[in-house]
């Protein structure tokens, strides 16, 4: 399949995965663009500008295909010297980045004089016309639903896409509630060049986290994630879990006077405790919605080429059945 985003970065299949942090390891990116996709370092996971050259040079090791880093522009409790990671990246010789949270256009000078392709993610129109405006090359276009920061406008992917599609003249991505090959196809469908998923590209046998949290993004159902922190402006999208339940005890307690310090314990330091050590209940990690799509771990090739096969199937027999007047059982609308 050919889209704008494979031609942009010279991909096989129009798939992201997005950066996460203590996931987006080159394990896992290396993985992705082997598969076809387009992989993801997660910068920021790596404390230091010089880890994250070490990490570069680890993906590189595992694969010859293009790969990208993320940058996330975030509030943090101490703010990362940015200017040293775009160094680590454009030394590394990666081609292209994910900036994420605040816009990138202070970064944008010194990622275009290294010939860097930027997407930004975004979870608005708006910021998204921004993106364009400053001149990033793509935008992934975040919705309500998705894992992690999904902004305090609450506009699905089911609207937010076809406004991205009747605004942006640059391509984009859908990015949040994205699973399979059903999800592909309905992004191509409503205007987008491609999707970018985060929650699923978890549960496969090469994401570099403890077993504990795949084997509970396959239990957990589309009920089980919960908004936190929306009353500092800074909404996520996280698994529910016993720390979650504290912070949102805190929250309710709390109210409009919620201060981050008072949530430190549920939100400080908690993604080592879940990826790496595999304590569940530890307080709030990312998770979309979609995990209410997630039955099983495979491997992330047999998950790409699984929505590749099927996308085209869906295109070629589903949809153009009905055009061809077939009325379809339940059985064959079903996918893996
Ligand atoms: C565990 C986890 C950690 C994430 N960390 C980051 C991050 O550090 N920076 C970022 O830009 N996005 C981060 N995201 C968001 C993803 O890149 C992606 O945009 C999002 O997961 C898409 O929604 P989905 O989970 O429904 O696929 C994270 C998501 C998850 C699930």
Redesign the pocket.
């Known amino acids: 399949m050919k889209t704008a985003i494979t031609e942009l970065f010279g991909i096989q299949h129009p798939i992201i995965q ?7 390891l080159a394990e896992l990116a290396a993985a992705v663009s082997n598969a076809g996709g387009l992989g ?1 370092i ?1 910068g ?2 790596q404390k230091t500008p010089e880890l994250l050259a070490k990490e570069i040079a680890r993906c590189r090791d595992m694969t010859d295909k293009p790969f990208g880093v ?1 940058l ?1 522009f ?1 509030p943090s409790f101490t703010a990362p010297p940015y200017p040293e990671y775009i160094a680590a990246i454009r030394e590394g010789g990666v081609k292209i980045v ?1 900036t ?2 605040r816009s990138p256009e202070q970064y944008l000078p010194a990622l275009k004089a290294a010939r860097i392709k930027v997407i930004h ?1 975004c979870t608005s129109v708006r910021h998204s016309l921004k993106a364009e405006k400053i001149g990033c090359d793509a935008v ?1 276009v ?1 919705g309500f ?5 999904p902004g305090e406008d609450d506009i699905p992917n089911m609207i937010l896409l076809p406004r991205a599609a009747d605004e942006l003249k640059i391509p984009f991505v859908a ?5 399979d090959a059903r999800s592909l196809v309905a992004a191509l469908a409503m205007g987008a060049a491609g999707m ?5 590209f ?1 549960a496969t046998k090469e994401a570099p986290v403890h077993p504990n949290v795949k084997k509970a993004l396959v239990e957990a159902t589309e009920l089980d994630t919960r908004l936190v922190m929306r009353a500092l402006r800074n909404t996520e999208r996280v698994l529910k879990n016993k720390g979650v339940d504290q912070l949102l005890e805190i929250e309710r307690e709390k109210g409009a006077t919620l201060k981050i310090e008072d949530i430190h314990d549920q939100v400080a330091g908690v ?1 080592p405790k879940v ?1 790496v050590g595999g304590d569940m209940e530890a307080g709030a ?6 995990v209410g799509l997630i039955n099983d771990i495979p491997t992330v090739k047999e998950l790409i080429d699984r929505i590749m096969t099927e996308a085209e199937a869906i295109i070629r027999q589903r949809l153009t059945g009905f055009l061809d007047g077939h009325v379809e059982t339940s059985a064959a609308r079903a996918v893996a």
């Open positions: 997005g950066g996460m942090h203590y996931v987006g993801i997660t920021l996971t993320n996330t975030l994910e994420a949270g993610k992934s975040d639903e998705c894992g992690g920061h990015s949040g509630g994205m699973a970018n998923m985060g929650t699923r978890i993604y990826m990690w990312s998770c979309g919605m979609v």
